[in-house]
């Protein structure tokens, strides 16, 4: 046992007035039960880590399409502004 163990061990078996055996008993019934709701919490606050994890991942890709279709749009006002100023460009060239 540790030293918390060994104050709870003590306190219990005074306080209660508990045989050394069953304030044994009483303290490991206690560890195992706090070492439980330990791992239950821990299991649950994974899995909505995990949920929270996916929503971002899924905010991302979202984001990401969002950025290609603007990438893509910018591309054909691009070229939808050079092809018809380079031809202005070359008619006055071929008109003087």
Same mark, same amino acid.
């Given at each position: 046992?540790? *030293?918390?163990? #060994? &104050?709870?061990? $003590?306190?219990?078996?005074?306080?209660?007035? #508990? *045989?050394?055996?069953?304030?044994?008993?009483?303290?490991?019934? =206690?560890? $195992? *039960?706090?070492?439980? $709701?330990?791992?239950?919490?821990?299991?649950?606050? @994974?899995? #909505?880590?995990?949920?929270?994890? @996916?929503?971002? $991942?899924?905010?991302?890709? /979202?984001?990401? =399409? &969002?950025?290609? /279709?603007?990438?893509?749009?910018?591309?054909?006002?691009?070229?939808?502004?050079?092809?018809?100023?380079?031809?202005?460009?070359?008619?006055?060239?071929? &008109?003087?």
């Amino acid at each position: 046992m540790n *030293s918390t163990n #060994l &104050k709870l061990y $003590d306190f219990v078996q005074a306080e209660f007035k #508990l *045989s050394e055996t069953k304030a044994k008993e009483f303290i490991t019934i =206690l560890n $195992d *039960s706090i070492a439980e $709701d330990i791992k239950t919490n821990s299991i649950e606050y @994974r899995s #909505l880590l995990k949920d929270d994890f @996916r929503s971002i $991942d899924l905010k991302f890709h /979202q984001m990401d =399409l &969002k950025i290609e /279709q603007f990438k893509l749009d910018l591309i054909k006002w691009m070229i939808g502004v050079f092809i018809p100023l380079m031809l202005a460009v070359m008619g006055l060239y071929l &008109k003087h």
